[in-house]
Structures are given as C-alpha cells and as structure tokens.
C-alpha cells in the first residue's frame, strides 16, 4: 500500500536546541519527495524538492535529506518562527497521471 | 512559484446549502487540484481539474457532491453541494507548473457547516 508516514507527529524544542523530523515511504515509481511548511490556517509553502537517494538541499536552518526509503528534515538552532507544521509528499508515477501522496505532518513548536 | 487566492477564506454555512470556492493564479497553468484538509490530518485529494476536460475524481469523491469548474487555465471553482457538518473542513486549490514538478497551494478555505 502506498503510504507517507511522518515521525514524531508533535515536537516541542527549545530555542537553538537542533533536531531531526522523519518521513518515510512506501511508495513505488518515486518521482521526487517534497516538504512543505503550513502555518495555522494557511495553505502548505514549498520548501524542497528531492529526487534520488543521497540528495541534500538547504534553506537557512533547514536542511532536507533523502535516503532510498526516508528522508529527514534536519532543523539546526531552531528559533520560534520555525513553529509550524512540516508535510512531507511523495509523487509517483501511475498509469492516471502523477499522483501525489501526503503524510500527516509534524507539529513543530520552538519555545523561546 | 504561484501566486494562488481563493475566496472566500472562510465561511459559515447552514446545512443543506451549497458553498462555491473560489481559485484564482497569477499565470497559467495546466493542472489545478483541489484538496480537503480536516482538522489534525492531512490532505487528501478531492479530483484534479484540467481546462478543456472534465474533472477526474478521486474515490470517495462524486461529482453531484463536488461539482467543479475550469473555464480557462487561471480560474476554478470547487461547488461543496448539500452540506453536512461533516463536510467541515479546509478547502484548498493548488496548481502544478509545467516544467517544476512541485504543487503550489492556495492560502484554503475554511469552511464550517452547522
């Protein structure tokens, strides 16, 4: 069953106190896995696009990584408007189309 | 990126009415989706929506219940018809680029039905 899981679904970190969320995959035909910032009451932000295993990509204190069954999104010295919640995405190809399968996201709060 | 809005960005419905959502982009684009967002959980697809075409629906989705609009490749409309309280919920369009393989999301709709 094709399925998106994301790991811990809520986080609470003090200020500067680095840490990792998780998502993992059981999904055929990866086309590229995606993660997205959603503040309350917003639509997801694009963050990253990552293809094969072994990629990284940075953006100011997050850095995403992929390895050929999760990826983590590494989160360095976080302050408090990282606070939000992180979605993860993996498309894949299927006979209808590319087909986009989301993960529940993980709560992220950064105390100050 | 896109610059995606949606109207109205919230709403309080009475049961048994109708609701139109609307998506407006800033470019064109070829494919527009429309998704639900429930509290705590996460987006699930309602159908994809291609000008010229009619709307592909995922399983679980009719068009009676969902009735959607494409007229032109910058505009769409999602009609939530014969609302329930179930029907509450987060309404958002998003749109993919031809040539950038990510989806862009609208701010949503939030939508509460008494």
């Known amino acids: 069953e094709d399925q998106v899981t994301q790991s811990p679904e809520a986080l609470r970190l003090q200020e500067g106190e680095s840490s990792s969320l998780n998502c993992s995959y059981t999904?055929?035909?990866?086309?590229?896995l995606f993660w997205y910032r959603q503040d309350p009451g917003k639509g997801p932000e694009f963050l990253f696009t990552?293809?094969?295993a072994g990629e990284e990509k940075e953006k100011e204190r997050l850095k995403a990584t992929l390895t050929k069954k999760e990826s983590f999104l590494h989160i360095t010295a976080p302050k408090p408007e990282d606070s939000a919640t992180y979605l993860c995405?993996?498309?894949?190809?299927?006979?209808?189309?590319?087909?986009?399968?989301f993960g529940t996201g993980t709560s992220l709060t950064v105390i100050p | 990126s896109a610059v995606i809005s949606q109207k109205p960005s919230r709403d309080i419905c009475q049961r048994g009415t109708s609701l139109t959502i609307q998506c407006q982009v800033d470019?064109?684009?070829?494919?527009m989706f429309w998704y639900r967002q429930q509290p705590g959980q996460s987006l699930t697809l309602i159908a994809t929506?291609?000008?010229?075409?009619?709307?592909?629906?995922e399983s679980g989705f009719v068009i009676d219940k969902f009735p959607i609009s494409r007229p032109n490749l910058t505009f769409s409309t999602l009609t939530v018809s014969n609302m329930s309280p179930e029907d509450s919920s987060i309404y958002l369009c998003?749109?993919?680029?031809?040539?950038?393989?990510?989806?862009?999301f609208g701010p949503g709709t939030r939508l509460t039905v008494l």
């Open positions: 998003s749109v993919e680029r031809t040539g950038a393989d990510t989806q862009y």
């Open positions: 999904v055929s035909g990866l086309r590229g």
């Open positions: 990552l293809y094969s």
């Open positions: 995405a993996v498309q894949a190809w299927r006979n209808t189309g590319n087909q986009f399968y």
């Open positions: 470019s064109q684009v070829t494919m």
């Open positions: 929506a291609n000008q010229g075409s009619e709307a592909t629906y």
